[in-house]
């Protein structure tokens, strides 16, 4: 059984006892956490999609663990005009285990 889940603007499929990185979740870790904006879920040949979300389904996950995606190197320049900028940025992530899909 799988599911199509949205959280944090991003859609991502999902099966239990998947680990997925998604944007930051303010929760603990170890803290169980209930998605409820579930797009699809599907099991074979089976699919059940919502408009926008399905009704009554959720997906329960454990957060393992927060951290940084790696450094994106940012350097804008105009030729000719001595003009340079340097600049990175680190997002932010929350890491899941998809424990139970309820449909």
């Known amino acids: 059984m799988y599911a ?27 803290q169980e956490v209930v ?3 579930v797009l699809a879920v599907g099991s074979g040949a089976e699919l059940k999609v919502g408009s926008p979300w399905v009704a009554g389904a959720s997906v329960n ?15 804008k320049m105009r030729r000719r005009k001595h003009y340079q900028r340097h600049g ?10 998809i424990g139970s899909i309820n449909a």
């Open 61 to 75: 996950a454990t957060v393992v663990a927060h951290g940084k995606h790696d450094k994106v190197r940012i350097f």
């Open 88 to 97: 990175g940025h680190r997002q932010q992530f929350t890491e899941l285990s």
């Open 35 to 37: 998605i409820d904006k």
């Open 4 to 30: 199509v889940i949205s959280t944090g603007g991003k859609q991502y499929k999902v099966a239990a006892g998947e680990k997925i990185k998604v944007e930051q979740i303010a929760a603990d870790v170890g």
